[in-house]
C-alpha cells in the first residue's frame, strides 16, 4: 500500500501542474487571459453538473428513500454556508472594490473557502483510490491515473478563480501545492482511521453540499468578473466549449 500511497499523492499533484499550465498561458499570452477565465468557467460548471451532481446523486440513491429532496436541501446548504459566511466576516465582492482598497476587506477568506471546496470534492476521489488498492491494487492505478488526469484542469480552475481575487500567481501555485498535499494527507488518515464512521449518507450530502458551494461561486465570483473585464459573446463562447470539453473528458474518464 506504500506504493498507493505515493500515487494518491502524485494524483492529486496533478492540480500543481494544471495551475502551472494557466499561470505559463497567461504570461506568453496575457490578452487571452479573459477568455481562459470563460473556459474555465465552462469547467466548473461542467465538473458541477456532469461530475459532483450526479455523483452525489447517485450515493445518495444508496442511502435515502428521497434522494432528490436530500439533494436539493443539500446543495441549497453549501451555497447558504458561503451566504452565511459572507455576513459574518463580512466580505465585500472583489468587482464592487477599486484595486487599492481590495487587500483591506478580508476578502482572502474567500480562498480558503475556494480551496477547502475543491478540497472536499478531490477528498473522496482519493479515498476511493485507497480502498480500492486495498482489493485490487492493477485497479487503483488505473484510478490514479484516471483522477490525476481529472486534476489537471481542476488546478486551472482552481488558479483562475483565485487569480479574481487578488491572489499572485506564485502564491496561487503554492496554494495549490499546499493543497494537494493536505488533502493527500487527509485523505490516507481517513482511510487508515475513519473510513469504519463514514456513512454512504454522509459522504452524499458532502459532496452535494460542495457542488453548492461551486454554484455559489461560479455565478457570485467568477463570472461576473469575466463579464465585467471581456466582451460577453465571446466569453460564452469559451464557457459553451469549457462545458462540452468538461462533459467529453468526463465520459472518456470513465465518469
Not at 484595486?99 to 475543491?118: K, N
Not at 484510478?143 to 490525476?148: C, D, F, P, R, S
Not at 488518515?189 to 469504519?196: A, E, F, G, S
Amino acid at each position: 500500500m506504500i506504493q498507493i500511497y505515493f500515487g494518491v499523492l502524485v494524483a492529486a499533484a496533478m492540480m500543481l501542474v494544471g495551475g502551472y499550465i494557466f499561470v505559463t498561458l497567461n504570461k506568453k499570452y496575457p490578452k487571452s487571459i479573459g477568455l481562459l477565465l470563460g473556459l474555465s468557467g465552462g469547467f466548473l460548471l461542467g465538473i458541477i453538473f456532469f461530475g459532483i451532481i450526479p455523483e452525489a446523486h447517485e450515493i445518495l440513491e444508496e442511502a435515502f428513500d428521497t434522494p432528490l429532496w436530500v439533494m436539493a436541501a443539500a446543495l441549497t446548504g453549501g451555497a447558504l454556508f458561503i451566504i452565511l459566511f459572507e455576513k459574518m466576516i463580512p466580505v465585500q465582492h472583489h468587482h464592487d472594490l477599486v484595486p487599492g482598497e481590495r487587500e483591506h476587506h478580508g476578502h482572502h477568506q474567500l480562498v480558503y473557502i475556494i480551496l477547502a471546496a475543491f478540497g472536499f470534492h478531490s477528498l473522496f476521489e482519493l479515498l476511493s483510490i485507497l480502498v480500492a488498492g486495498n482489493a485490487d491494487p492493477v485497479l487503483a492505478w488505473f484510478m490514479i491515473l484516471v483522477i490525476g488526469l481529472h486534476n489537471i484542469p481542476i488546478g486551472f480552475v482552481i488558479i483562475a478563480q483565485l487569480e479574481t481575487l487578488e491572489c499572485s500567481q506564485k502564491k496561487c501555485l503554492l496554494l495549490i501545492g499546499g493543497l494537494a498535499v493536505a488533502e493527500a494527507l487527509l485523505a490516507i488518515v481517513c482511510y487508515l482511521i475513519l473510513m469504519p464512521f463514514i456513512t454512504t449518507a454522509f459522504q452524499g450530502v458532502l459532496l452535494a453540499m460542495t457542488g453548492g458551494i461551486m454554484l455559489y461561486l461560479v455565478f457570485d465570483e467568477l463570472l461576473p468578473k469575466i463579464y465585467q473585464d471581456e466582451e460577453q459573446h465571446h466569453v460564452n463562447y469559451m464557457i459553451i466549449l469549457g462545458v462540452l470539453l468538461m462533459y467529453v473528458f468526463l465520459q472518456l474518464a470513465g465518469h
